[in-house]
């Protein structure tokens, strides 16, 4: 018989969200022995976004500890020790495979019984894998995904085993991108295949893109576009040797990245919670269907004040503060309104450099020189402008876009914008 555990605050998940929730449970007086964070990774929280940025460099590599949170956001860096210190139950290695909302407990795989008085679940999602579109293969020891830490480790293996050779990169998003750009520093041959026009569809407009691929074509790398992936040649080591595209080519292949977009980690509580857009349903306190359980980070789909709808986003940005607005909802009820978020995207790559506030809708209006290093666009929906993305800001001008954004001002005249470009948001 395996004993129970009883808690008041339980996050359920070890990333982001978790790393920023402890942060801001600590500051906000949680007592010894109240609050434990069950995670299936083995590290405690970490901030994910240098799995694909320095971690996988071939100089100076970003390794553990140096990437715990919430080094991310200029805070405290949270090692094991701190949670340590501060009382706090770190579960790791631990799977959750059932959770009873109503009787407030979740079952480990390991068979123990946790329960909450308050749950946050902070599951994340996961990769999309190619089986779900019809492709096999994912299980060849060449191919590879990039989620957590242990999918980092494995690409950092196959890299060496393929210096001087082929990458193909499945998916043109910023996992695809960013990889992409990792491997080239690494000496390997890059070919990006994605079946959208351009690279970042969800973000870029044709304009932007065109901008970053000729950008990578500049450092070697080759787009095939409009086409995916049909099948892959593996050999008898179970090891990829080339993939067939649709469109009839076949590339021949040392690595695979798979880049294909993520599915929030949802499944535990379905038919338990009310879900919306493939997440979790919350409020403005990030509290759930019900009442002891609040949902943040990726799996979380909330209101956006700003839009009026509810979106769910998967940015570190978003994890961050809705995880600390979540812990100040459940520990300072009356001090706590309606999280108030202006939606907040970046990347970097080689020396690029971009971040991205707010909503891509309606018409965009480009703005700056793009043929240089500085350049952007405004978007402006119903006479307002709604979301501003700039390449080679200073920070003082990534600060002028966000506020510009957040204000949603009128817009009377896109050509007086798109001359005015950054010094727009400054004038604000
Ligand atoms: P996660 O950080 O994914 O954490 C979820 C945790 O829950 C994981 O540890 C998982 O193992 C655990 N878990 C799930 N189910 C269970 C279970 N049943 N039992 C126990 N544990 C469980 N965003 C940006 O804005 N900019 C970037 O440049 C950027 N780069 C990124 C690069 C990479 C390689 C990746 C993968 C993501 C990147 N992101 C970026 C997105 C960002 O990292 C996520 O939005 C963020 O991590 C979400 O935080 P989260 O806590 O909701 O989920």
Redesign the pocket.
Known sequence: VVMGRAFVYVV????????YAALEFVKRGVSSGELCI????PFA?Y???????GYLLPEAPARLPSFHTCVGAHEERLTPKWYKEHGIELVLG????SADVRRKTLL?ATGETISYKFLII??????LKLEEFGVNGSDAENVCY???LAD?NRIVDVIHSSTGGNAVIIGGG??GM?CAASLVISKINVTMVFPEAHCMPRLFTPKIAAYYEEYYMAKGVTFIKGTVLSSFDIDFNGKVTAVNLRDGARLPADMVIVGIG?RP?TS?FEGQLTLEKGGIKVNGRMQTSNNSVYA?????AFPVKLFGETRR???????RKS?RHAVSAIMEPEKTGEFDYLP?????VFALSWQFYGDNAGEAVHFGDFSGSKFGAFWVSKGHLVGSFLEGGTKEEYEAIAKATRLKPAIEDAAELERLGVDFALSV
Not at 38 to 41: K, Q, R
């Open positions: 359920l998940g070890g990333g982001v969200a978790a790393g069950i995670s299936d990774e929280p901030e994910r976004p240098a799995l694909s940025k631990t799977r959750v495979k480990t902070a599951t994340g999602a996961r990769a990039l989620r957590d980092a910023y996992i960013e993520i980690n535990l943040v980070g990726d799996v979380a986003l998967e940015h570190v940005d978003s994890a995880a907040f995207f970046y990347s970097r």
